[in-house]
């Protein structure tokens, strides 16, 4: 096959720019800013989660291997310079305008909202697609579709991979010449899916060649729903050469900054602070349990979205999650025992995980669970909520124990169970290495070059 | 003196070329503002026709300006046209019924139809048939004289209750704003559109100079659908307008000595 050129988009950019970064200063087209002149954490961070965890390694792996000549991708970027240069990859910034971030933002947190059913107060035939805010939803992305067909006049791409479901539309809005493949990465369950939004879904999904989800269940409802098109199952994946196991001495240093004593045991939820991420339901477990074992802690690792970030959306969401945990564990009398480090390096974040007696994942919804993944990576076990996508890979009381979100005195139990038999905690944690091999970039790139080979058809 | 009685009438020709390029201009922008409430597609054909109709007389004038009989010019082109037509009868009668099929025939490319035994989803319609991809996988080339003269039956769910409304921007307007615009101002006509399916819109195809644009809304009740047609047909005609008209006093505020560095 003949290399390739591939336009990726997503909605969260690879890296935030700094506002008083070099790379704003740089800012003035055509000078294009190369990241290799930008120093990591001064002008810039790469965002936390799948993109920098999954799209940015099956991209740059793809460029090595000669699957792609070269790729491009289009993110939203309010700070970001317009293009930046990452070795194969050529980053391009959509800068949306402020007086319309806020209209788009209720938008896509709509959308998210009633896939992850936390949207309780929102009237049941109350329509978004209506409304005035989402003719702001329809300009970002048509701005987004403008900003590409630019780019694909210049570069002929072979093909388009949408990613996330705020940029749905992106697939109707760039007509139908060329192959586009949308990956849809938050859980789909057609009874969470209102009747009326169907009709402008399944316009939109049909506009896709293919359509990738992340859990068997996912393609089942996809077809269900009335999608008549391709669906692919895809795990998603990391590279487990990113993870390492720092020694010792950088593990007494987290614990040190964090507060933590060397004999306290950890439980670690890593996830960004967002209420449907069900952290509260950790901490009424912990709760639960605080007293039996007076050396355990609770850290919870992470904090808002790029959609909470001033560099991002502005939404203020992710903070104000944070205030209500700290309450609820204050008013549950274990304030002092559960620990918030916010977002924290990929190193500290590997010593965590090396750290901790086992990991839980107590999402209301999730589409899929990536985090379960790198604790497996680690050897850890890991409670892992029902109602993730990964749940399908977790044999129960094998490689991992299920739990319901909603039943924190279960939950409480089940920690019970790996704290007290250490052993049956190491042998789970060990076959969850094993399973960890399914979610490995080494078996994306293969499932992600054979599907696109498949449909480039060359 | 030889030079100048042979260069007057081609100067003659060419103002007269030059006010029928005007004439024709002007007509156009007319027409198309007095039938801008009625079925998109039919206006866009009586514009055309009508354009047409000012340039062959303005041409033929021109060349009788120069000396040249129009009756013999007439009668060449008519005998060249009876040769062609007789020549090319079928694909002639095919991008014919393609013509009026674009105006009458209720079809657009995805619909699902059936016709003469044959049923399938519309992939394609050119100037000489009709491509269908039937249910088992094959492709059918319906000719379009076919699509005059048999019932067709669109057998697409809600074909009846969707309204395409083509519309054509200059590539100057921003088009996201534009199309922002366009979805406030018919999302205020929900009373009477079908709920379940927001108005959306689609770019049919982008030109050096416009961009071709096409808003796919769903009526409620069948026999609201010329009303509501003629509203949203308003509404995008003033927004073109008020958009063009903003954009060029932002123009000459850019060239005014007064205007922004």
């Known amino acids: ?458 | 003196m030889d030079v100048v009685s042979f260069l007057l009438p081609l100067g003659y020709a060419a103002i007269i070329v030059l006010v029928t390029w005007a004439i024709a201009r002007v007509a156009s922008t007319l027409v198309g503002r007095i039938l801008r409430q009625s079925r998109p597609l039919l206006a866009a054909q009586i514009r055309r026709s009508v354009w047409l109709l000012i340039w062959l007389i303005g041409l033929v004038t021109a060349i009788e300006e120069v000396g040249v009989p129009s009756d013999i010019l007439l009668l060449i082109v008519a005998l060249f046209g009876v040769g062609v037509i007789l020549t090319i009868r079928e694909a002639l009668e095919n991008a014919g019924a393609k013509y009026f099929a674009d105006v009458f025939i209720p079809f657009k490319v995805g619909d699902s139809i059936r016709v003469q035994g044959h049923s399938g989803k519309v992939i394609e319609i050119n100037s000489m048939s009709t491509i269908l991809l039937g249910d088992d996988n094959t492709l059918v080339s319906v000719p379009n004289t076919v699509l005059m003269r048999e019932a067709v039956v669109n057998t697409t769910p809600q074909a009846w209750k969707e309204v395409i409304i083509p519309i054509t921007i200059r590539n100057d307007i921003d088009l996201p704003a534009f199309e922002s615009a366009v979805l406030k101002s018919v999302n205020k006509l929900k009373p009477s559109l079908d709920s379940r399916f927001p108005p959306v819109m689609t770019m049919r195809s982008k030109g050096p100079q416009s961009t071709e644009l096409s808003l796919s809304i769903m009526v409620s009740r069948p026999e609201q659908r010329d009303a509501i047609t003629a509203e949203v047909n308003k509404r995008v005609a003033e927004l073109v307008e008020s958009m063009s008209k903003a954009k060029k006093q932002g123009n000459a505020a850019d060239r005014s000595p007064a205007g922004p560095a």
């Open chain 1, 1 to 458: 096959m003949d290399p390739l050129r591939l336009c990726v988009n997503t909605q969260t950019p690879l890296v935030r720019f700094r506002e008083t970064g070099t790379a704003k200063k740089k800012k003035a087209p055509p000078e294009t800013t190369n990241l290799s002149d930008l120093t990591d954490g001064v002008d810039y961070t790469f965002s936390p989660g799948g993109v920098t965890r999954m799209v940015f390694p099956l991209v740059r792996r793809m460029i090595r291997e000669g699957t792609l000549r070269d790729a491009h991708w289009v993110a939203l970027n309010p700070t970001g310079p317009d293009t930046v240069r990452a070795g194969g990859l050529t980053l391009h910034s959509v800068h949306l305008p402020k007086d319309r971030l806020k209209s788009y933002g209720i938008v896509k947190e709509t959308l998210w909202g009633a896939a992850h059913r936390t949207v309780q107060d929102t009237p049941p035939d109350e329509d978004v697609f209506w409304t005035d805010d989402f003719s702001e939803y329809a300009y970002y992305n048509r701005l987004t579709a403008e900003v590409i067909g630019e780019l694909d006049q210049r570069y002929d791409f072979d093909l388009f991979y949408i990613h996330d479901f705020q940029q749905l539309p992106m697939g109707q809005m760039l007509g139908p010449l060329k192959p586009k493949i949308y990956r849809w990465h938050i859980p789909f369950e057609q009874s969470a899916i209102p009747d009326h939004w169907k009709e402008l879904l399944t316009t939109y999904f049909d506009s896709y060649d293919v359509i990738v989800v992340s859990a068997g269940r996912y393609r089942e409802a996809l077809k269900s729903f009335g999608y008549s098109g391709k669906v692919r199952k895809i795990y998603p994946y990391v590279d487990p050469r990113a993870y390492s196991r720092p020694p010792r001495r950088e593990r007494a240093a987290v614990r040190r900054r964090l507060g933590l004593r060397e004999d306290d045991d950890v439980v670690l939820v890593v996830a960004r602070m967002d209420p449907m991420k069900g952290q509260d339901r950790a901490i009424r477990a912990f709760a639960g349990l605080a007293s039996r074992y007076p050396r355990l802690r609770l850290v919870l690792v992470g904090n808002g979205s790029f959609s909470s970030s001033k560099g991002g959306l502005g939404l203020s969401k992710g903070s104000r999650w944070r205030e209500e945990l700290e309450g609820l564990a204050r008013r549950l009398s274990v304030g002092n025992r559960v620990v918030f480090a916010g977002h924290v390096p990929q190193r500290e974040l590997d010593a965590l995980y090396e750290t901790c007696r086992f990991t839980v994942l107590p999402s209301i919804e999730e589409g899929f669970g990536l985090v379960v993944v790198e604790g497996w990576l680690h050897s850890k076990a890991a409670l892992v909520t029902e109602r993730a996508g990964i749940a399908e890979l977790v044999a129960e009381g094998k490689n991992g124990l299920l739990i319901d979100p909603d039943r924190p005195e279960e939950m409480g139990e089940a920690m019970r169970l790996l704290l007290d038999d250490e052993e049956r905690a190491r042998q789970i944690g060990g076959r969850g290495y094993e399973t960890s091999k399914q979610c490995s970039l080494d078996a994306g790139v293969r499932a992600e070059t054979e599907m696109i080979t498949h449909l480039v058809g060359r």
